[in-house]
């Protein structure tokens, strides 16, 4: 988009990456702290709302410097991401970690590969609709991040659906 619609050149792609990983290189250690005193439910909800707004901007965006500041504030909210490490620390048993993350590595490295694709072919036709589906993914990710419980723990994983009584008795 920024080459694209606003013409930016190599130097000022590159002037915007210098930027944007020194705000990073500031903001991530107060960031990581804002999440441990306001936890992880609600830093995944602001960090999802605030890709709403982002995402929904970018579909919209008319004015170069907009765009770079979107860009910016887009990889802040992603440093928030970060919560959901932390919370899967705080519910997983240590000896299923490891399994636990090769599977997420693949899942999420599967769908990094195949979603931009297919968005790519979207966007030759109607980009501003890639940036309303980002929005799309970002209020799934929403309604999930309600499921996380305000005081996450071993036996505590799950906040809305966790209240719900299985559908199968384990048995004991």
């Known amino acids: 988009m920024m080459v694209e619609k606003f013409g930016y050149s190599i130097s000022q792609i590159t002037s915007l990456f210098l930027i ?35 995402f929904t901007s970018y579909a919209v965006v008319e004015h ?9 504030i887009d ?20 000896k299923d970690i490891a399994a636990t993350m090769s599977v997420s590595f693949t899942i999420n490295h599967i769908a990094a590969v ?31 991040a309600m499921n996380v419980p305000r005081h996450p723990k071993q036996g505590e994983e799950v906040a809305l659906f966790g209240k719900m009584p ?3 008795k384990a048995d004991k």
């Not at 250690?29 to 441990?36: D, V």
């Not at 990889?75 to 919370?87: G, N, R, S």
Request: glycine share 8%.
């Open 114 to 144: 195949i979603i931009p694709a297919l968005l790519g072919l979207l966007w030759l036709t109607s980009p501003s609709l890639v940036f309303y589906i980002g929005a799309g993914f970002a209020v799934c990710s929403l309604i999930l």
């Open 166 to 168: 299985p559908l199968v």
């Open 64 to 72: 170069a410097e907009a765009a770079a500041a979107l860009y910016v």
């Open 20 to 54: 944007n990983y020194v705000v990073n290189l500031f903001f991530a250690p107060a960031i990581g702290r804002f999440i441990g005193r306001i936890g992880e439910r609600n830093a995944l909800t602001i960090e999802y709302l605030g890709l709403i707004a982002v």
């Open 75 to 94: 990889h802040l909210l992603f440093a928030m991401a970060i919560a959901v490490k932390t919370y899967f620390q705080k519910i997983a048993d240590p």
